[in-house]
Nanobody, 124 residues
Framework: QVQLVESGGGSVQAGGSLKLSCKYP???????MGWFRQAPGREREGLAS???????NYADSVKGRFTISRDNAENTLYLQMDSLKPEDTARYYC???????????????????WGQGIQVTVSA
């Protein structure tokens, strides 16, 4: 049963912006939520995570360009992506777990609930 549903993906030119959304059930409380991506032929990459208390962690590859936020009233996690590059092209996934986020998302192996993913394509 899919509990996380991503939306907002699509195609954009380099330098443009997209905002991804991840809707989660109001009956479930996830302490840590994050965004990942996977491009064809590459390993999954953690991008950003956010604790329930507001603590945010970013991968170096997106720091300063991507912003993670969460609206508990709307049961939605967001990823604002600015200054997009062709190398940001990938399938993006929302994920969650009930524990405190690891400060290094690359090291956080606790994510146990995943969305289906959504495609983001950035053209040069």
């Amino acid at each position: 049963q899919v509990q996380l549903v991503e939306s907002g993906g699509g195609s954009v030119q380099a330098g443009g912006s997209l905002k991804l959304s991840c809707k989660y059930p109001e009956t479930v409380s996830y302490y840590c939520m994050g965004w990942f991506r996977q491009a064809p032929g590459r390993e999954r990459e953690g991008l950003a995570s956010r604790d329930q208390d507001g603590t945010r962690n970013y991968a170096d590859s997106v720091k300063g360009r991507f912003t993670i936020s969460r609206d508990n009233a709307e049961n939605t996690l967001y990823l604002q992506m600015d200054s997009l590059k062709p190398e940001d092209t990938a399938r993006y996934y929302c994920a969650a777990h009930p524990f405190v986020c690891d400060s290094d998302i690359a090291r956080d192996t606790q994510f146990n609930t995943w969305g289906q993913g959504i495609q983001v394509t950035v053209s040069a």
